[in-house]
């Protein structure tokens, strides 16, 4: 157990719709990374926030919104759901910012869009 | 376009073989290369990582060798157990980075 928390674990949604990921990072990190796993385009980064600000943005599309709350839970907002946005979605934690702190990964939270 | 290669898509090893998985990038700027392992049903696990100044690291049956010349690296499972039955990403980021950039990853199996 990384001690990254996801919720919910399955959603299944219908296409237009919008919903929300939420993910507490590990006790004490300040940093939680959002990436997209797919079966077609692998596992890839999608945005950054380091102690409630945006730090690095990826291929996140514009239909896609992150935000890191003062208690340093995050969310991911999806909205105008398309059938290719299903796919696992993970949060990650790190201590700091930068490539020397390992990123823990929660368990992911699995978007089916019909 | 992707930035770190990696292969074989799938691998079938028998128990107390030798896994070998590998991967190649192009970007100079990659500065360290974590290998993550993923079971079914679980978020990827830092498994072990290396910087380029060393030509290889080992950790109990899990061995990176790197080659900077070459752009490559490669994990290597020795005496391979079932347990070991997951599918492992290569990755890279570089010294101004935070994104991990993955491989594709590699299906392995370990036949008992």
């Known amino acids: 157990d990384s001690g990254v928390t996801q919720t919910p674990k399955h959603l299944i949604t219908a296409t237009g719709q919008r919903v929300t990921l939420r993910c507490s990072p590990r006790?004490?990190?300040?940093?939680v990374y959002w990436y997209q796993q797919s079966l077609d385009q692998g596992l890839q980064f999608l945005i950054q926030?380091?102690?409630?600000?945006?730090?690095a943005k990826g291929n996140i599309l514009e239909r896609f919104s992150a935000q890191q709350f003062p208690d340093l839970h995050s969310e991911l907002n999806l909205s105008s759901l398309e059938l290719g946005d299903s796919a696992l979605y993970f949060c990650?934690?790190?201590?700091?910012?930068?490539?020397?702190?390992?990123?823990?990964f929660g368990p992911g939270t699995r978007l089916t869009v019909t | 376009q992707q930035q770190v290669k990696q292969s074989p898509q799938s691998l079938i090893v028998q128990k107390g073989g030798i896994s070998i998985i590998n991967c190649a990038y192009e970007n100079t700027a990659f500065d360290y290369f974590p290998w993550y392992q993923q079971f079914p049903g679980k978020g990827p696990a830092l498994l072990i990582a290396i910087r380029p100044d060393v030509s290889e690291k080992k950790e109990g049956r899990f061995t990176i060798s790197f080659n900077k010349s070459a752009k490559q690296f490669s994990l290597h499972i020795m005496d391979s157990q079932p347990g070991d039955s997951a599918t492992y990403f290569c990755a890279a980021i570089n010294q101004a980075g935070t994104a991990l950039i993955f491989g594709k990853g590699t299906t392995l199996s370990v036949s008992s």
């Open positions: 926030y380091y102690n409630g600000e945006e730090r």
């Open positions: 990650a934690s790190s201590v700091g910012s930068g490539r020397v702190y390992e990123q823990y």
């Open positions: 006790s004490g990190d300040l940093s």
